[in-house]
């Protein structure tokens, strides 16, 4: 009897190339599929007002007030709703920077005293540009055909 080495040429082999190929077209699907707008987040319902839009200018901070009174600034939510917390975020956020202009996104629906936080945050802070967001107003004959 002849004991040797045996020779197995069947021995596994995970070939990786497919799979990162997989895994790629996956990443550049959900890429390409992904929506970034940051408007999308919530949706608010502005206060109406008269008036005329704003000229254009260089893109503004956001800060948005919710309906229930929750604070978001640009893509950051605020997770507490006191006056230091919502500081210190803006203060990260925005840096040193107190000459750009903030837009204040309010729900027309949202507690007063929430925008008033926002507006003493900013006070606080040195913004001295704040502008608020609004909605044209409906005509009244478009507002009824909507609540059907």
């Not at 550049?28 to 599929?33: C, G, K």
């Not at 917390?85 to 107190?98: C, E, F, S, Y």
Request: charged content about 25%.
């Amino acid at each position: 009897m002849k004991f040797g080495k045996v020779h197995s040429d069947d021995e596994p082999n995970l070939d990786l190339v497919p799979l990162i190929d997989v895994i790629l077209c996956l990443i550049i699907f959900f890429v390409v599929t992904t929506t970034f707008d940051s408007r999308a987040v919530l949706r608010l319902q502005l206060p109406k007002a008269d008036g005329v839009a704003a000229p254009d200018m260089a893109k503004p901070l956001t800060l948005l007030v919710s309906q229930d009174g929750r604070f978001f600034f640009e893509d950051r939510e605020v997770l507490k709703r006191d006056l230091d917390t919502l500081k210190q975020t803006i203060n990260d956020v925005a840096g040193t920077d107190r000459s750009r202009t903030v837009l204040l996104r309010a729900d027309g629906r949202a507690p007063h005293q929430s925008v008033v936080t926002a507006y003493e945050a900013l006070g606080q802070l040195g913004f001295t540009k704040v502008m608020i967001a609004t909605a044209p107003p409906v005509p009244e004959a478009d507002e009824k055909a909507g609540k059907r």
